[in-house]
């Protein structure tokens, strides 16, 4: 167990919806970035946020979108979706400072399926 | 930007017996760390070993080792004594110490089944 958790684990849902994917990263993170594994794309990197703050995007669409609260958890949004969204979404989350050997903690992700 | 390529999509080992995946990266960057993630069937993503850029001497952890060439941009990964358990999808990944943000950079992944 990495600590970090991800709600729904499975979501299943039709194109042109939206749904809401959210993370809570380890106690003390201040770090969370989200990923997209899907067949075709591998796993690439979308978006990161440092302590409330958009820190860094990847290849998010613009039909994408993120925010990490007060309490640092984060969620991503995902709307008008299509059969193409339809993917394994991560949520890592990574210690700051001196000593933290930059290492990302993974959770279990959520396995989105559009239909 | 980093590019990451695993140029075996799959590779098979015998239980007990020693295998080695590789990974290739490209990189302007000088400050690094790459990364050997482990993805079993549960889809949890599992770091396996670590990499700073800076050190020379290779890592190491129980039965997980890498060959770091850093002129070469290499970074394989040796397995020894596989178990059952090895069998997984592994991924090399790139992270650039720098002000971008410090994502993680992923090859296309090597899938390793271990026989008994």
């Known amino acids: 167990d990495s600590g970090v958790t991800q709600t729904p684990k499975h979501l299943i849902t039709a194109t042109g919806q939206r749904v809401t994917l959210r993370c809570s990263p380890r106690?003390?993170?201040?770090?969370v970035y989200w990923y997209q594994q899907s067949l075709d794309q591998g796993l690439q990197f979308l978006i990161q946020?440092?302590?409330?703050?958009e820190r860094a995007k990847g290849n998010i669409l613009e039909r994408f979108s993120a925010q990490q609260f007060p309490d640092l958890h984060s969620e991503l949004n995902l709307s008008s979706l299509e059969l193409g969204d339809s993917a394994l979404y991560f949520c890592?989350?990574?210690?700051w400072g001196s000593g933290a050997y930059n290492e990302q903690f993974f959770g279990p992700g959520t396995r989105l399926t559009v239909l | 930007a980093q590019t990451v390529t695993q140029s075996q999509p799959e590779m098979s080992v015998q239980e007990a017996e020693t295998v080695t995946l590789s990974c290739t990266y490209d990189?302007?960057?000088?400050?690094?760390?790459l990364f050997w993630y482990k993805q079993p069937p549960s889809r949890q993503m599992i770091l396996v070993i670590r990499?700073?850029?800076?050190?020379?001497q290779n890592a190491t952890e129980n039965r997980f080792s890498v060959n770091f060439q850093k002129a070469a941009k290499s970074f394989s990964l040796k397995i020894s004594d596989s178990q059952l358990g090895d069998t997984a999808m592994y991924f090399c990944?790139?992270?650039?110490?720098?002000?971008?943000?410090?994502?993680?950079?992923f090859g296309g992944g090597t899938r390793l089944m271990v026989k008994p």
């Open positions: 890592a989350s990574r210690p």
């Open positions: 990944a790139f992270m650039a110490l720098n002000n971008a943000g410090n994502m993680l950079t």
């Open positions: 106690s003390g993170d201040l770090s």
């Open positions: 990499q700073e850029a800076y050190k020379q």
């Open positions: 990189t302007s960057e000088s400050n690094y760390y």
């Open positions: 946020y440092y302590n409330g703050e």
